[in-house]
């Protein structure tokens, strides 16, 4: 930060922190939102007969996915509120919050009473914490992802890019791993009264380490830029002035979106609860390979990073989503009934679902400029992940169980993959923005 800032602003500011130590404190927060966020989808099948009623094991498990799907009803309003906070408080108190509100949701999760104990009142309660961690993730990722592309080096913004989803990806692998720990260690009627219980637990224990992380984070020098200007008494734009000037932008993060966001919540989030539960498998050898397919994933994102550094943010968004779109049904045709199925599809799959999710956070914020940066790309984001992501693992298992036609759900998520791409090569190349303007 610089000292001229300090004498301007006529604030006490806190000792600068290095970039390195900056993308770490972001990933840290990212791990534990996205722990919280997976670990739902990894153990509805276990809570799911305790929440709602045990005498239709079907139905419990779909409402469990809906209120799964619920809970991203609630981000596009974080993202409008984490976005206000973000352009006009600072990235800083908006990451704070928001990785504070997310334990409280996790914390409320992890007490929540069973449908024997409290009837229609325990789903109420999952969904209020639900809400909450909706609430927290629609304000995370983008704030997140403005604050890393902001303090990463021009030249390298796409590899530190990678950041987002590497820390998310660690956050969801440590669910995993904990959910075949759990299940190798409890009997099923133990996963079933407790046992559920400890990663949600353990989800707010982490989350107060990241909000005390958050606290002493320093602000960026991109929004450090929008607060002088402020103080100079040079109007900012108004927040819907804004958003409507940069509409053309809005429909971008939308397009670009959807196809994304389906097929990383298909395979990285929802594939080992899907093969649990509609195909059988065992779920501790489920997890595992899981856990493995999601190393490879952490192992391609810098990469992928790295490359559009080199060559641009286009060629390798168009790679990864192009590639998904012809491997998918043949990846889904390989899963059968066992577990290295599962883990071979998935590692192949998350391989080019890495060349899609470790720049667009780069991309999203040189979309914009600082003052609308956030709140630009998250609440167009949020309403994108809501309605596709978000549905994502309660369609997929509608058509395989209710429907019994689960080519429907694949053609549909191949459809929004071609649409991706065809929105990523109208787009200009962002490669090496300043991130002041």
């Known amino acids: 930060m610089k000292a001229s800032s300090n004498i301007r602003t006529g604030r006490p500011q806190p000792p600068s922190q ?30 799911a007969t305790q929440i709602f009623n045990p005498n239709d094991p079907t139905s419990a498990i779909l409402a469990t996915l809906a209120i799964f799907a619920v809970g991203f009803v609630a981000r596009p309003f974080g993202g409008l509120i984490f976005g206000w906070v973000s352009d006009r408080i600072g990235r800083k108190p908006s990451m704070t919050i928001a990785v504070g509100l997310a334990a409280l949701g996790s914390l409320a999760i ?43 080096p021009r030249e390298r913004r796409g590899l530190w890019s990678s950041i987002i989803y ?57 929004f450090e830029g929008i607060r002088n200007k402020h103080v100079d008494a040079v109007a900012k734009p108004s927040l819907w002035t804004s958003i409507v000037e ?65 060559i641009g943010r286009k ?6 989503l192009l590639g998904a779109a012809a ?23 998350l391989i080019f679902v890495a060349a899609i999710t470790s720049i667009t956070p780069a991309v999203y914020a040189e979309m914009f400029p600082p003052h609308i940066r956030t709140v630009g790309v998250a609440v167009p984001y949020a309403l994108c992940v809501a309605v596709f992501g978000g549905t994502a693992p309660y369609l997929q298992t509608l058509f395989s169980e209710a429907v019994g036609q689960p080519w429907m759900f694949n053609l549909y998520a191949v459809a929004l993959l071609f649409t991706s791409a065809a929105v990523v090569r109208s787009l200009p190349e962002t490669k090496g923005k300043d991130m002041n303007q």
């Not at 060629?315 to 990864?320: A, D, H, K, S, Y």
């Not at 009934?337 to 192949?348: E, K, N, P, R, Y």
């Open 315 to 320: 060629p390798v968004m168009l790679i990864g």
């Open 166 to 222: 590497i820390a998310a990806t660690v956050g969801v692998i440590f669910g995993t791993l904990l959910g075949s720990l759990l299940t190798g260690l409890l009997t099923v009627d133990q996963m079933a009264t407790f046992g559920w219980r400890i990663p949600f637990f353990i989800g707010a224990v982490f989350g107060l380490y990241g909000l005390f992380m958050r606290a002493r984070m320093s602000e960026t020098e991109a």
């Open 246 to 310: 940069h509409r053309k932008q809005a429909f971008q993060v939308v397009g670009m979106t959807v196809g994304a966001t389906i097929i990383f919540y298909v395979w990285s989030v929802n594939a080992p609860a899907h093969a649990i539960t509609s195909l059988n498998i065992a779920s501790g050898p489920a997890l595992l390979a899981a856990t493995l397919a999601n190393i490879v994933f952490i192992a391609a994102l810098p990469l992928w990073g790295r490359l559009s550094d080199r």
């Open 110 to 152: 992890s007490l929540t009473p069973t449908y024997a104990a409290v009837g229609v009142l325990a789903p109420i309660l999952l969904l209020v914490a639900r809400l909450l961690q909706g609430l927290a993730h629609g304000g995370e990722l983008p704030s997140a992802q403005t604050y890393l592309a902001e303090v990463a």
């Open 18 to 47: 290095s970039p390195r130590r900056s993308a770490l404190t972001t990933g840290v927060g990212l791990c534990v939102e996205y722990y919280d966020w997976a670990v739902y989808a990894i153990f509805a099948p276990f809570f």
């Open 327 to 349: 491997l998918h049904f043949p990846m889904t045709w390989i899963i059968r009934d066992a577990a290295w199925q599962l883990g071979v599809s998935m590692s192949v799959m």
